[in-house]
């Protein structure tokens, strides 16, 4: 990669080289195991020009996206999030029954089920077939499609022009971020609302999430890089907020600029805080890459000791985080015996690189193991809540991020190896 996607800068400075490693959502099906498996470099990079932190784009949408094995709905924290936006986005924008709401990268419906059911006319924008068949089954009016400003066009021309585009965990998954910017302009009413949910890099760095960096994740954005994006397409930000999701996110509100006025005081905070942290300038990104080589020693040393001691270690989940994981860190069967999934998609199913086999969730209760690694560990208070019955036989959780550390007993008492 020569050159910044979004400003054409050729000035890129490395931030952390994870190796080479294959598409995290590419799990592998048994008859697979002899064959041959892509890996592509994994190296992410910060634009000293406009501050957008960028890895190569190795890996076509089309290639991870036709066919998805991420469902939204089999995580309950999530639809509840989803349910509960869905009723500030009304208040907030004052939708009303004639209103149209579009959302891209819908998946399997599980934030429009809400707007269906308040009555309001809505369309998913989903390119993955598999899932948006999920949606439609579930009453989710859903077109399987990619967002470009001719797509945007095409739906705005039968629809109407939306009073509310929502784009939750996308923007960071297109290469062509001015195209698809510019396709948000082309669905959005001139005097309506475009919200944007998407990993904040402040936290990422801050703490040491890493294992977020991954093929289908093109860019990462502070507010101010998302600033610049925007407005190649013609949109103005005007609000923002910090939420927990995924370890930290913001939600990005945006309006056609030429009806956006000033910018809310919360925007101005928070671009403070990413330039103290020194997100504007190089010094903020030099220590990253070695914090982010301390948790692969950390955890590796876990493994190793709990395997030569003789107890037993086992995953829980299998997400596209958890791959960049276990393939930056090497690890294998031999020290993690398998992990477990509520996808049953995933059932049956090897994660790519680290050929660890998928189980049902039930799986654990029954081998009752000593340690079980939470690899989703965005879903940390969810999964200590859903996993307490691993305390029953003595077992232990096992959080890799943003330190390692080991939850003791049904007190969830944390202890940081």
């Known amino acids: 990669m020569t050159r910044c996607r979004l400003c054409g800068s050729a000035t890129l400075a490395s931030v952390v080289d994870l190796g080479a490693t294959p598409p995290c959502e590419s799990f592998l099906a048994a008859e697979q195991l002899d064959l041959a498996e892509p890996a592509y470099p994994l190296h992410l990079r910060v634009c000293t020009d406009c501050w957008l932190a960028q890895i190569p784009p190795l890996i076509k949408p089309e290639e991870t996206f036709t066919e998805y094995a991420y469902f939204s709905s089999f995580s ?4 509840e999030h989803a349910r509960t936006y869905v009723a500030d986005a009304v208040e907030r924008t004052g939708l009303g029954p004639d209103a149209f709401v579009v959302e891209v990268a819908s998946n399997d419906g599980y934030l429009l089920k809400h707007v269906v059911d308040r009555g309001i006319r809505c369309l998913g924008v989903e390119p993955s077939v598999n899932v948006g068949a999920a949606a439609r089954d ?3 009016p859903t ?17 109407g022009p939306a009073a509310l585009v929502v784009a939750n965990n996308v923007y960071a998954h297109i290469p062509d971020v001015v195209g698809f910017t510019q396709g948000l302009r082309a669905l959005v009413a001139d005097d309506g609302w475009v919200s944007i949910e998407v990993q904040h890099l402040l936290t ?12 289908e994740h093109f860019q990462y954005y502070t507010v101010a890089s998302a600033i610049r994006a925007l407005a190649s397409g013609g949109l103005a930000l005007v609000d923002v907020e910090l939420l927990p999701t995924h370890g930290g ?11 956006a006025g000033e910018p809310s005081q919360r925007v101005a905070d928070v671009l403070a805080r990413e330039k103290a942290a020194g ?18 020693r950390d955890l590796l040393k876990f493994l190793v000791e709990a395997a030569e001691s003789g107890r037993t270690v086992v995953g829980y989940g299998a997400p596209g985080k958890g791959n960049t994981l276990l393939n930056h860190c090497g690890i294998r ?3 993690l015996a398998y992990t477990v999934d509520r996808n049953p998609y995933k059932h049956g199913r090897y994660t790519p690189g680290t050929r660890i086999p998928i189980l049902p969730p039930e799986q654990i209760a029954a081998d009752k193991p000593d340690y079980v690694l939470v690899l989703p560990w965005n879903l940390r208070d969810e999964l200590i809540e859903q996993l307490a019955f691993v305390h029953d036989w003595g077992g232990r959780l096992v959080f890799p991020i943003p330190e390692l550390s080991i939850v003791e007993g049904a007190s969830s008492k944390e202890v940081t190896a």
């Open 138 to 140: 579930a009453g989710v």
């Open 279 to 296: 997100l504007q300038e190089l010094s903020g990104y030099t220590e990253f890459s070695a914090r982010v080589a301390k948790v692969r």
């Open 204 to 215: 990422l760095i801050e703490e040491n999430q890493y294992d977020t960096i991954y093929h």
């Open 76 to 79: 309950t924290s999530w639809v």
């Open 143 to 159: 077109l399987t499609a990619f967002l470009s400003p001719e797509t945007g066009a095409e739906v705005r021309a039968e629809h």
């Open 333 to 335: 069967p031999d020290l």
């Open 249 to 259: 996110s913001i939600r990005l509100w945006a309006r056609p600029a030429e009806a």
